[in-house]
């Protein structure tokens, strides 16, 4: 059985949120738009969903809107809120390690005439809130922070950014979706109008996902066809999903377990970042202590991280670069680039990311495969390779 | 227990040959084998989104590839070599053109990528002690010897291109189809029910998809061509081109000359931009000196000895003699001259169904001045 150390990818269902699916994709298929009995059961799990996902964000459940995912999340708080306010400004203001759902939706947003402010960060990943402060003109409507990075696990200051934004009456969206497993989400707290979930990082299914968005905060759907959510997300809704995310989300947000887990994870975690470091030519990407207790990551030195992940694969040990994207791009990561991370550097990146059902014994023997494939890497740059020319434009001058 | 990296390219000859070795009956393969797929990302490129530059899509050669591993229960991994690819093979075929020369692509890239990236880099990633592709060659090993065959379906032999390995990398290679014709193993793939199975033959350069490579030229080298003078044998002008490296030798069309007869170009020259034509038999040569010598074996048969060349792919063999000169060169000299050597493209060597070696034909008045 293989080790799986890349919960920031996804993470496995948990069989909860599985068994209080299975009755929505048996008997209980009914359409909840539907007036007959079909329709109300079907409704009823969706509204039970809604009132517990709102629960634990202590929202109202009219705040929430079930997407297809985190993605989508991130797509609607932006565009479906930058629209809306579109007559009071067109100036939106978020970071360079943004996911890329939240940077593509602001580049998109640019080719329609929306100007975008891409705040820097320090060498850990941190947003300053003061340039966050001086960023913001009369045309800002919308600052966009994520509550914790995908890629290097920073954790942003989003209360001070979130006071900000209130003092400037100023929208504010924070991507939740890595930092809901191991941080309590306090809307008031963070001042967040928005806030987007997704239920597969926390051991809910794939495929479906929330954004709260405050009462009174405007947005127009991207999507058009029907009146479901209230208005703001078309589409007949994926109803076994939602009941799945909000039994997850449940079991993950419990304040004991989260603390509990926090502290298990970030002491292995911090086991693992001194083993790595221990290779020799490791170093550590992201903050050492704001940051997610699940997540480690580093920059490798004369190693390929595509190789080095496919190498520990083949070992049974599953980890990642740092984004889940298997087609051989070579593009470096541009979270480590906006780090101050040179473009080489960044080729050997590697994120391990713990989940709640990883072990010790699990951490010490991922490291053993880490450290042997990295080894075995390393030598490889020793050439087989027999020199010719490539082409001949002459004979030797000899 | 052993590994063998299966390149995979999407198409139906390395899916059949990743087929063999994942069940175990390629060619004196241990049982307990496992395969991995790999294909190679050569050059990025652009997909269907309107974004497509920036997004990672992977394209439709890549998916094929996928699910052939997919059928065949193996890993499948990408590993990119698009660094590599580009400057040795891409840029070297541009700089080839740019020398008056004919440049090699496949050959390149059996020489740089798939037998030295993958080769090297992939076995060390994937722990794998060889590396199987969908080549139509043999290896057989004579004593302490690895030895290049012909493929049993001739009509298909790419030792053509293959001249290039080495002892060592013939050691860590399996060519699982080298005793099969190509019908039956598009009927194998059928058989397997590959997707790939009905794929038409790739017979384009995959980085030059319309077979145009004048715009690659512009792009990789800003060479937009530059007219100059077409001139006969004699040195008097009968035509103009649209910029030497348009042009390669042994080429008939796009000439745009009307002499009357059939005329090819005979050579190139760049430090005139001038291209030279000639008749069809004009172009014949009965000695051609070769440089960039290599042996599969090693080292060569003799300072002089008796073998057959070939100058392009699907040319026919020739008999002739061979004379080592220097520490690189050896030229060859023939009784049936040879039509159109073309400077840049190999020669390469065989004894019967051996592949002995070759070289790269080099340019005569190169040869001249050395």
């Known amino acids: 059985m293989g080790i799986y150390l890349d919960h920031a990818a996804t993470t496995p269902l948990r069989h909860e949120s599985l068994e209080a699916m299975l009755p929505y994709l048996t008997e209980h298929w009914g359409n909840p738009s539907s007036i007959h009995a079909s329709g109300r059961r079907a409704r009823q799990g969706l509204d039970e969903a809604r009132e517990t996902v709102a629960a634990i964000l202590h929202a109202k459940p009219r705040e929430i809107v079930f997407t297809s995912g985190g993605t989508e999340a991130d797509n609607l708080a932006i565009s479906g809120y930058a629209w809306a306010a579109s007559s009071r400004g067109r100036h939106i203001i978020t970071t360079s390690v943004e996911h890329k759902a939240v940077l593509q939706a602001c580049a998109l947003l640019e080719r329609h005439g929306f100007e975008i402010t891409y705040l820097p960060v320090d060498g850990d990943g941190l947003v300053d809130p003061d340039a966050v402060a001086a960023a913001i003109t009369e045309h800002t409507t919308l600052v966009s922070v994520m509550a914790a990075n995908n890629e290097v696990g920073t954790v942003q200051p989003i209360a001070e950014i979130g006071n900000i934004c209130r003092s400037r009456r100023i929208g504010f969206h924070v991507d939740a979706i890595q930092a809901a497993p191991f941080t309590p989400i306090a809307l008031d707290g963070w001042q967040a109008d928005l806030v987007s979930l997704s239920a597969h990082k926390l051991e809910g299914p794939k495929g479906v996902g929330a954004v709260f968005v405050r009462q009174g905060t405007p947005l127009v759907p991207l999507l058009q066809g029907g009146s479901q959510e209230r208005q703001r997300r078309a589409g007949t809704e994926n109803v076994a999903g939602a009941v799945g995310f909000a039994v997850a989300f449940a079991l993950a947000a419990d304040p004991a377990t989260q603390a509990s887990e926090a502290m298990r994870q970030g002491s292995l975690r911090d086991e693992l970042l001194a083993g790595l470091a221990a290779i020799g030519g490791v170093r550590r990407t992201g903050h050492p202590t704001r940051r997610l207790p699940n997540s480690a990551s580093v920059v490798i030195d004369g190693i390929q991280g595509g190789d080095l992940v496919a190498a520990c694969d083949l070992e049974g040990v599953e980890v990642s670069t740092g984004s889940a994207c298997t087609t051989g791009s070579v593009e470096p990561s541009h979270v480590l680039l906006a780090m101050g991370i040179d473009a080489d550097a960044a080729a050997g990146s590697l994120r391990v990311t713990l989940g709640r059902e990883t072990t010790r014994d699990e951490i010490l023997r991922a490291l053993g495969v880490i450290e042997r494939c990295v080894g075995r890497l390393r030598n490889a740059s020793g050439a087989i390779r027999v020199e010719q020319p490539a082409t001949v434009s002459g004979a030797p001058s000899a | ?370």
């Open chain 2, 1 to 370: 227990m052993s590994r063998i990296v299966a390149a995979m390219s999407g198409g139906v000859d390395s899916s059949v040959a990743a087929a063999l070795v994942a069940r175990g009956t390629a060619d004196g393969q241990a049982s307990e084998t496992e395969v991995v797929g790999v294909w190679m990302r050569t050059h990025p490129e652009t997909g269907e989104g309107w974004e497509s530059r920036r997004s990672c899509c992977s394209p439709e050669a890549a998916d094929d590839a996928r699910r052939v591993a997919q059928l065949l229960g193996i890993p499948f991994f990408v590993l990119n070599v698009e660094r590599a690819f580009g400057s040795l093979v891409i840029d070297a075929f541009a700089d080839a053109y740019l020398a008056g020369a004919t440049p090699n692509p496949c050959q390149a890239c059996n020489q740089y990528i798939k037998f030295d990236e993958l080769l090297r880099r992939g076995l060390a990633t994937y722990g794998a002690d060889a590396v199987a592709t969908g080549h139509y060659a043999r290896i057989d090993r004579q004593g302490d010897r690895w030895r290049l065959l012909r493929a049993a379906d001739g009509d298909k032999d790419q030792t053509y291109f293959l001249w290039v390995l080495s002892q060592e990398q013939l050691a860590a290679t399996r060519f699982p189809l080298g005793e099969l014709h190509k019908t039956r193993v598009r009927a194998m793939a059928a058989e397997l029910r590959l997707p790939t199975a009905d794929k038409p033959e790739s017979q384009e350069i995959c980085f030059v998809p319309a077979g145009d490579y004048r715009t690659l030229l512009d792009e990789r080298r800003g060479y937009a061509g530059d007219p100059g003078p077409i001139v006969d044998a004699a040195g008097t002008r009968v035509g103009t081109h649209t910029g030497y490296a348009h042009y390669t030798v042994g080429q008939r069309h796009g000439l745009d000359v009307a002499l009357g007869e059939a005329v090819y170009v005979r050579e190139v020259r760049p430090a005139t931009n001038t291209v030279v034509i000639g008749r069809r038999e004009e172009l014949a040569a009965s000695q051609v000196t070769v440089s960039g010598r290599h042996f599969v074996g090693g080292e060569p048969p003799a300072e002089r000895f008796e073998a057959s060349v070939r100058i392009r792919h699907r040319a026919p063999d020739v008999p002739c003699e061979v004379t080592l000169v220097g520490d690189d060169r050896f030229v060859v000299e023939t009784a049936d001259p040879l039509w159109a050597p073309a400077p840049g493209q190999a020669a390469v060597l065989y004894d019967g169904d051996e592949c002995l070696g070759g070289g790269r034909i080099a340019r005569a008045d190169a040869v001249a001045a050395a």
